[in-house]
């Protein structure tokens, strides 16, 4: 750990490139969070404009992690907050122990927000590396920054310092798991965030183009002292999140085991206000994640619960949302995605979860369950990426923004601009991004379009008024026509007398009409056949599900023949014929629809039909193969010396195999049913051989090659 040292921290670092902060600051939170790296390999890219999976990060994390991207959307380097990785997915030059809690098993790093990057204001290619410490270290190493040039290395980057540890206010002082960024009123600075443990002190730095403030602005006496928890050690309130809003007017905060809190911010002096206690949907709520709506309107807290604030009227709901809720399982970090959705880590069903329309009241909102689904080698955990927080007004003069009112394809989308200050005499003008959806322009502060068809649609809207300097333009990407959150599986086996359909969830509003007529969510069918299912949405979407039943058949059950292996690779057992929602329990108490064996066994897998109407027993023997360690030679020079005048087998019993020898014109020239390694091409010319040997004590297996006679 490198002390810190009076004075403003590294500013001997950051005059370069001074004159092109305000390009890069125009351009940043444009689309500087469009990639993620998060949990086990787990990442998204947000460049279409909806969540596509990535599953090529090296970042390994249970809880920190951040990313960025350039204002093109490519991706610049993330980090773990002990390793940082470039875009080629390598780690920076001096990218590893930069602090971060290693720790709390595989995978590391269980600091809820323990790493955040932050722009440098003078040096577009230079980036601010926080951590803070986790509470299985007791939060020993309080908040340290590195310093990161991304122009190093022939653009793959590099650490120029790491280590360095603030003062909070001192440099032994701990702070919580809690770390934010949000942009200075000023549109260039940026505040750093962070709230000690065992005080109420919430402590903010400002990055600014001379470095990281020698000290940081404290503000004290407002809200709770953060202290305690239900864990031996009593450290588990240190545990939680902390956001801004995208107005940059407020705070929220969560701890473990107290709930949440709610204050005002001040973008321009970095202090905190106005503390206010929020209730929990019920008293053993473990709070954790924490959001703002995109009109900072709504707060959302997840951990065993999902809770909706309003913050206007004061009032509270906790949604619904599948089949986990209030189970141990739960949903953990939330986080804000450029496509104005907020995402929530499942780590359960290794998704993310959704909050489809996070403005709109109730569960209108819209909580999709396994809105995006991961695949191994990817895995979610508990941790989503840490991004800096930028407020429309901190850029300075009035802030243009508009609200959505969400609708399906075929009814008028409501759209109602927003700009604060208003000045007087201002003008709205609208593009729908929707060329063939005509009109696709409109003016005015409120306005409706009917979108042509599905998808997802950028939509912009400019404002002017006498005397701007320059027009203002606001832009959101909009998603129409979001299906409704229950689904029915596509496959459902039928195993006795009858099989019970079930949607995932079925959140308030949502409607269910079967094809017969039947408006029920949960159905039992008892004939093969296929079933479908409109599902309406509390905003009139509607989309079909259809569910083909087969009928079950034990009888095509297998795990195929007894084999032999010599286990450089592991043998895969599978089944023959598998059906659709047949489970398995292999020796290991695997669940998987295969098994990878490493050693010779007889293996057994119970595999049963679903509501367990039928259970069977398979068994397949893998043994070792024969030739394992087998040494084939491929030349023998028969000329009388006593030294390779025969063809000698070694590292298996010779007497085991039979051997035919043929000529390269496919003559066969040699026979032997037991070889006893006495070949030796007696009459026979020099030249090349291919031989062909079979085992005959077991299971059949051959080997076959060539071996060259030189007399």
Known sequence: MKPFQGGVILRGWLWAGLFYFGTGLLAFAQRENEVWYFGQHAGLSFATGWPVPLL?????????????????????FYTNGITAWNRFHQPLTNGTDLGGFTGGGVPPNSATQGALIVPHPANPSQYFLFGVDAVENEL??????????????????QVLRKGLRLPTPTLSS???EKLVAVRHANGRDTWVVVHGWQTNAFLAFLVSPAGVSAAPVATSFTGTIHQGGSDPAQFYNAIGCMAVSPDGRRLALTQ???????????????????????????????????????????????????????????????????????????????????DGRLYLAAPGRNALDAIEFPDVRGAGCGVQVDAVRFTSPAAVVWGLPNAVVVPRASRGGPALGFQVTPACVGARVQFAASLTPAPAGASFAWDFGDPTGLPNTASGAAAAHTFSAP?????????????????????????????????????????????????????????????DGASVPVRSVTAPGVYWVDITSPLGCTRRDTVVVTPFSADQLALGPDTAACF??????????????VRYQWP???????????????????????????????????????????????????????????????GVNPRDWSVKIYSRWGQQVYAQASYDNQWGAEGLPSGVYYYQLTYVQGTPRQLRGWVEVVK
Not at 56 to 76: I, M, Y
Not at 265 to 278: C, E, I, K, P, Y
């Open 174 to 176: 701990p702070v919580t």
């Open 140 to 157: 020993r190493n309080g908040l340290q920054v590195a310093l990161v040039d991304m122009s190093a290395q022939s653009g793959r980057g």
């Open 256 to 338: 473990y085991n107290a709930g949440v809190e709610v204050f005002d911010f001040d973008t321009q002096t970095g202090r905190v206000s106005n503390a206010r206690t929020l209730p929990p949907s019920r008293g053993n709520l473990s709070a954790y994640g924490v959001a703002f709506s995109p009109s900072s309107d709504l707060l959302y807290a997840s951990g065993y619960d999902l809770v909706q604030y309003d913050l206007g009227s004061g009032t509270q709901q906790t949604l619904a949302f599948g089949q986990d809720t209030g189970t141990s399982i739960g949903r953990w970090a939330l986080q804000s995605g450029p």
């Open 455 to 515: 998808g997802v649609y950028t939509v912009r809207l400019q404002s002017t008024w006498p005397g701007a300097p320059f027009p203002l333009t606001a832009e959101r990407r909009v998603v129409l026509g979001g299906p409704p959150v229950p689904t029915y599986p596509r496959f459902r086996v039928l195993c006795g007398l009858a099989v019970i359909l079930t949607p995932t969830a079925q959140p308030p509003g949502v409607s269910f009409r079967w094809q």
């Open 56 to 76: 090529d990060g090296a970042l390994e994390s249970r809880e920190a992690c951040a990313s960025l991207a350039d204002a093109t959307g490519t991706l610049q």
């Open 588 to 650: 290991d108490g695997s669940t998987g629809a295969t098994f990878a064996v490493h050693s010779p066994g007889t293996y057994t897998v119970q595999v049963s039909a679903p509501d367990n109407c039928v259970t069977r027993q398979l068994t397949r023997r893998v043994d070792l193969a024969p030739d394992c360690g087998a040494h084939v030679p491929n030349i023998i020079t028969p000329n009388g010396d006593g030294a390779n005048d025969t063809w000698v087998l070694g």
């Open 568 to 581: 450089a690779a592991p043998v895969v057992l599978r089944l023959r014929s598998p059906q659709p929602g």
